[in-house]
DNA sequence: CGACTTTACTTTAAGCTTCAAATATCGGCT
DNA sequence: AGCCGATATTTGAAGCTTAAAGTAAAGTCG
């Protein structure tokens, strides 16, 4: 199905690639729906596991993930921009994990509008058995590329990801 | 940050890489947290777009972009399949894009479980334009990877997504 | 045929997510 | 001091999403 417009009876070689007429980017839009696919298959995959095995959310996770790495806890909106969600996203996640106990909110010191949120020890020891869980199901997904190829692939995606940024800044 | 366990002030080479502990899988988790960042990235962009120009949401563009693939249509299961959602989140969208009549709803002929569903002469209309210009965002998007990184790019991912479903088949 | 399993779809509850509008505070500037 | 544009957060409306449970129709097989 994926390349019905692009001659499927003939083999696509470079020759037939490199005649593409300008203002095609149809490999560019293949790109991106593969790259689409993995995330969701990943993420998806993340989701019921976290789900299956320790009943919890993905959102949930990635919140505490965030957390875990700053000991002294960070605002919302440092939370908001790391986790690239919006705001109001974050008000009933961390309603919610404070409800649950695995998170604690208190006011900043230095700015009366912001309040820090941080990891309570409840939420730590649970996030640390399901960070390591996780670090195990993404190892296994990834198992099939060689050492080599994670590299080139990263590699890849940090251009990928300054081309991305690039475009959106003069949006 | 990134390597701070992996002795940060010596230089990285084969031999370092060679000699991490088994059981250390940090370059795979940040293989997927890049992969996950770039479709974050890409996916808010595009959300923003469709939204500012069409005013229409993502997953409604989604599921249009599906039919107009299936010239006689899709059922909901096929839909369900491709767009890798649940039945249900597929019932409640299929709804509101009747509702706007840009989809349509007809029993199927051979099942009579089944509902064929089917762009409107206005959906496709609408698709159409919106596909023109998302195709172009996606390029921008990409345009700073030349045509033989996103040729390896495309072939790396491919050896993901095979990899990542070998890891969920047997969950 | 009749029991059983699978498949197609809907419904419900809960949670996630965005955007836009509103409130409060901050920081700089005059 | 006082104004003003930026920042931090909340709220509300609408829509998206999943998981789980339920209904109905097909397909399978003895």
Redesign the pocket.
Known sequence: MDHALVSPEHPIDAETIAAERPGDHRAELRLWLRLLTCT?MIE?EI??RL??DFDV????F?LMAQLDKAADGM??????KR??????????????LVASGHVA?RA?E????????SLTDLGRAEFRAMAEAHEGWIAEMFAGLSRDRVERLMELLARTKNSVREASRDA
């Open positions: 969701t998806g989701r019921r789900r299956r959310t993905l959102p949930r990635d605002t919302l909106s440092d939370l908001s986790m690239m969600v919006s705001n109001g996203n974050l008000t009933g996640l961390v309603d919610r909110r900043s230095t700015d009366r509008r912001a309040q820090v949120i």
